[in-house]
Structure formats: structure tokens, C-alpha cells
T-cell receptor
């Protein structure tokens, strides 16, 4: 199974700042996704990261707040912009190939 | 859009007990995933199954496509099995997972020595 290195693993951020999370996969991946897990909740899809084009966002998530890049088949970034305490969550990237699903270790963000 | 229900939400058992976690979903699927999440937040894929039964060590996953139901069993449970177990299915039948997954809320399992 492919391995995703995600960083940072955790961070404490000030309100109004932005943070970029990176995911590097050790092999090419067909699909990449970004999920958010708020405290005590299940994972919610933020967007599908499309290689070489704009991400596909789910209802309730917008590009200005969560810009995503995927320049190639092994790397993606998610930026959480203009953070507020409500953005305190675990953010996870996930990769899917046919018959295979794998996750990054997650980035636990706390916004003060 | 698929909806996922998991039960129980919390389960505490003694070491050695047989554990069953259940998952029901609303829309026909191509495959269902069982995942394990440890306290640090990282998620590991345990099983991906589309029919019948799969076994890996002390873990067994079964699925009944007609009833839209899956179970995860742990035999001879051990404290290191303590984690959150999550069921996930494709968000839509036609998407087949290409449009992401819908996740259950998870079952928080604690195995006491």
C-alpha cells in the first residue's frame, strides 16, 4: 500500500493567520481527497484534489477559504486561510487507487 | 447520497472477548471500507470488501449487499485493539468512490486487561 507523509502533524495557530498542510505520496495516486474531522465528529469531505486543475469542492467549502493544489500525482497541499477557532480540527488527506485506500497521519490544528 | 449508521458508538469489553461492530448504509455500493483510527488521529485501512467475508489475523469483516449491512468482528480481543473503528462507503453508487467517501461516526472501542 502507498504511504502518505503529511505535515505538519499538529500546530497551534493564531486567529486570522493561514496554514498550509502538505501531503507527499511515495507513489502515483489516482485520486486524492482532503477531509476534515471536527472534534467528536466523523470525517467530512472538503474537496477532491484534481491533478493540474482546480479542486472540486463540496457544499459548504470554498476555494477562498481552503485553496488546494495538486501539481502532480504524488503531492497535494491544503491551505486553511484566515483561520478562526471554528477551524480547529484534524485535517486528513487520503489517496485512492483501484482497490486501495490510504490516509495521511492527519494534521491537528488548534486555532486560538 | 449515501448515509452510514454505525453501532454501537461506544464499546468497552474485557480482554479476550469477541467484538462485533455493525454498519448499515442506505445506497447500493461497489465496496465498503473498515478503518481504524488511533488517538493520534492517523487512519489505517483494515478492509475493503464488496461481497462475502474477509479475514486478516483476528479481524473478520462481512458484508451483506442485499441488506446493505456489514459487520466487523474481532476475536480474542486485546488492549492494543483499543481504537475508533470507522465504516466508510462511496458517497454515491455511480461515483464508486471517485467522488469520495461517506464515513460513519465511528465506534470507540476500549479493551480492558
Amino acid at each position: 500500500s502507498a504511504v502518505i507523509s503529511q505535515k505538519p502533524s499538529r500546530d497551534i495557530c493564531q486567529r486570522g493567520t493561514s496554514l498550509t498542510i502538505q501531503c507527499q505520496v511515495d507513489s502515483q495516486v489516482t485520486m486524492m481527497f482532503w477531509y476534515r474531522q471536527q472534534p467528536g465528529q466523523s470525517l467530512t469531505l472538503i474537496a477532491t484534489a484534481n491533478q493540474g486543475s482546480e479542486a472540486t469542492y463540496e457544499s459548504g467549502f470554498v476555494i477562498d477559504k481552503f485553496p488546494i493544489s495538486r501539481p502532480n500525482l504524488t503531492f497535494s497541499t491544503l491551505t486553511v486561510s484566515n483561520m478562526s477557532p471554528e477551524d480547529s480540527s484534524i485535517y486528513l488527506c487520503a489517496g485512492q487507487n483501484p482497490g486501495e485506500l490510504f490516509f495521511g497521519e492527519g494534521s491537528r490544528l488548534t486555532v486560538l | 447520497k449515501n448515509e452510514v449508521e454505525q453501532s454501537p458508538q461506544n464499546l468497552t469489553a474485557q480482554e479476550g472477548e469477541f467484538i462485533t461492530i455493525n454498519c448499515s448504509y442506505s445506497v447500493g455500493i461497489s465496496a465498503l471500507h473498515w478503518l481504524q483510527q488511533h488517538p493520534g488521529g492517523g487512519i489505517v485501512s483494515l478492509f475493503m470488501l464488496s461481497s462475502g467475508k474477509k479475514k486478516h489475523g483476528r479481524l473478520i469483516a462481512t458484508i451483506n449487499i442485499q441488506e446493505k449491512h456489514s459487520s466487523l468482528h474481532i476475536t480474542a480481543s486485546h488492549p492494543r485493539d483499543s481504537a475508533v473503528y470507522i465504516c466508510a462507503v462511496p458517497r454515491s453508487y455511480s461515483g464508486g468512490g471517485a467522488d469520495g467517501l461517506t464515513f460513519g461516526k465511528g465506534t470507540h472501542l476500549i479493551i480492558q486487561p
